[in-house]
């Protein structure tokens, strides 16, 4: 099946630096979301970007479908934005699911 | 719009015993998931329902774990018997999953964390 990778697996930043996450897959997929996991569990909705950019406030996304990976830009980093950050990709065969990567962890540091 | 609703947030139950999580969707979202989530890890699919019927389960270990979603709405996922192994967080979610693939957009329930002593 697809494999997901997501680099670093571990980070550690200052308050207001800047980081790139990145998502790599073994196949083509149908979507890819991103998500916050945030200290208390919850998951949090932050892009569905199958190609191209989007951005929201500091964080945007890139996903290059042709060569299978996106990435996550985060800017002026907060504490709040400390957690762990998930890429889920959807199948385009099958039971089109969702198989999620391995995770970045951050910690934004006062 | 409301969230995902799961119950119980917490539970803590001896091995052997059973137990049972409940999920409540986004109003019309069809499709709805069962994640299990071990600390550390990411979020593994158990479970998936389009309306009332079940899509995957090829990682549901099925000798211990059963689902349902009767109507096509909310669901059950039940553990008889626990194991050590199961203590995790169980995730809900669901997407709308209409036509279009390149827009469906899942959206989580806040989880429940199950401890096996």
């Known amino acids: 099946g697809i494999q997901v990778e997501q680099s670093p697996p571990d980070l550690i930043l200052q308050e207001g630096a800047n980081s790139t996450l990145r998502c790599n897959f073994s196949?083509?997929?149908?979507?890819l979301q991103w998500f916050h996991q945030n200290p208390w569990g919850q998951l949090i909705n932050l892009f569905y970007?199958?190609?191209g950019t989007k951005q929201n406030g500091r964080l945007s996304a890139t996903t290059v479908a042709t060569e299978r990976y996106s990435l996550l830009y985060i800017s002026s980093s907060q504490t709040t934005d400390s957690g762990v950050y998930f890429c889920?990709?959807?199948?385009?065969?099958?039971?089109?699911?969702?198989?999620f990567g391995t995770g970045t962890r951050l910690k934004v540091l006062a | 719009e409301a969230g995902v609703a799961q119950s119980p947030r917490y539970k803590i139950i001896e091995k052997r015993q059973s137990v049972a999580f409940w999920c409540n969707p986004i109003?019309?979202?069809?499709?709805l998931y069962w994640y299990q989530q071990i600390l550390g890890q990411g979020p593994k699919l158990l479970i998936q329902?389009?309306?009332?019927?079940?899509?995957?389960d090829s990682q549901l270990p099925k000798d211990r774990f059963s689902a349902e979603r009767l109507k096509g709405v909310d669901s059950t996922l039940k553990i008889q018997p626990a194991k050590l192994e199961d203590s995790a967080v169980y995730l809900c979610?669901?997407?709308?999953?209409?036509?279009?693939?390149?827009?469906?957009?899942?959206?989580f329930g806040p989880g429940t964390r199950l401890t096996v002593l």
């Open positions: 979610a669901s997407s709308r999953r209409g036509n279009e693939l390149r827009t469906d957009t899942q959206y």
């Open positions: 196949d083509s997929v149908n979507n």
């Open positions: 970007i199958p190609s």
């Open positions: 889920a990709v959807l199948t385009t065969s099958g039971t089109y699911k969702y198989i």
């Open positions: 109003s019309g979202h069809a499709t």
């Open positions: 329902f389009q309306n009332n019927g079940v899509v995957d």
